[in-house]
């Protein structure tokens, strides 16, 4: 007689920080995507999908070293044939390859596109934040004018408000561009250095790679720290100074509060000029801010994945868990 070889399976529940969607959160996520469709194709973008395995270089060369995503979260494997692939972390990097590899700087600028889909992080599962998470996203290719920022803020901002969000205001930063952010770093740099002693760890290794990420520290020796950092804005050059004073007087045209945020830089390291977060002001459980939407000018990025000039772009990031549980909390 034959063995039976099969053996129980021990743990019959789904990976750490990933769900099963079904039943009213299935249909909640399903009417987010919907209306957020609905308002991305009236503002003028249209729907992109990018496979969720891309080749693992096009973030490590992006995202950059130095960032929790590349260093500690990118879900990643070779295959058979030997290749480099990560689960994707986030919806920019790949959008970028499309657009270049599908030739899309030959169609009349700006390319203005939206997409959704699951992203993939080996992040600390918490309440509200999980490994395989949604997000929705709208960019804006090949226009550097700073209408664009304006118009990508407007459009996500209208989103979230058609789901639910109630009291949204931006908190925005200019981090500059190439020709001024250097002067800004140098600063910067010193300004840590005269202070290590009260740096922790891991932000004493951030400043040797990339000491920006030091002003989004967790670390809460850090944030005490930040309060006194040099700030960005008083060493933009006069374009990039313009650029920022223009999109900040579009938002009060629109009606959108802002606040100047020193500390914002967010978590990637392809951002230039223009960074910004969308906040929810009594959104957390306890009614603390809870931030929805996340995102900023990106005109570098292009050229790190394989374009031959830059490709001036713009992009928010919405948090589709997050705004689908803040509104059934």
């Avoid at 995202?63 to 986030?90: F, N, Q």
């Avoid at 300004?191 to 290794?205: C, F, G």
């Avoid at 050059?237 to 830089?265: D, R």
Wanted: net charge neutral; glycine share 8%.
């Amino acid at each position: 007689m034959k063995k039976n070889n099969a053996h129980k399976i021990q743990n019959i529940s789904s990976p750490k920080g990933m769900r099963d969607l079904m039943n009213e959160e299935y249909y909640r996520l399903q009417g987010f995507f919907e209306k957020a469709q609905e308002v991305a194709v009236y503002y003028g973008f249209k729907p992109i999908e990018t496979p969720m395995l891309e080749n693992e270089e096009i973030f490590t060369t992006t995202i950059g070293e130095g960032t929790d995503i590349v260093d500690k979260e990118m879900y990643t494997l070779k295959t058979k044939g030997g290749d480099h692939l990560a689960l994707r972390p986030e919806h920019t990097a790949p959008l970028v390859r499309a657009y270049i590899e599908h030739g899309m700087q030959t169609l009349p600028q700006p390319v203005m596109l939206y997409q959704c889909g699951p992203v993939f992080r080996h992040d600390k599962p918490q309440r509200g934040r999980y490994r395989q998470f949604w997000q929705f996203d709208l960019d804006s290719l090949g226009n550097d004018k700073s209408i664009m920022d304006a118009l990508v803020i407007k459009t996500g901002m209208t989103i979230l408000e058609e789901s639910g969000a109630e009291n949204l205001s931006v908190d925005i930063n200019s981090i500059g561009d190439k020709e001024c952010r250097n002067g800004y770093l140098r600063e910067l740099s010193s300004y840590y250095r005269k202070n290590i002693s009260q740096l922790p760890a891991v932000d004493r290794e951030r400043l040797k790679i990339n000491p920006l990420r030091i002003l989004d520290s967790k670390e809460e020796k850090t944030k005490e720290l930040n309060v006194n950092a040099p700030d960005s804005v008083s060493f933009l050059c006069p374009a990039c100074k313009k650029h920022f004073k223009e999109v900040l007087e579009y938002l009060e045209e629109m009606g959108i509060q802002y606040n100047i945020n020193k500390n914002l830089v967010r978590g990637l390291s392809y951002y230039a000029r223009t960074v910004f977060e969308v906040i929810e002001q009594k959104g957390g459980e306890d009614g603390t801010p809870l931030t929805l939407a996340g995102g900023g000018r990106y005109d570098y990025l292009a050229r790190h994945i394989g374009s031959k000039k830059d490709v001036p772009a713009v992009g928010i990031s919405i948090g589709v868990d997050r705004i689908v549980a803040s509104k059934t909390a």
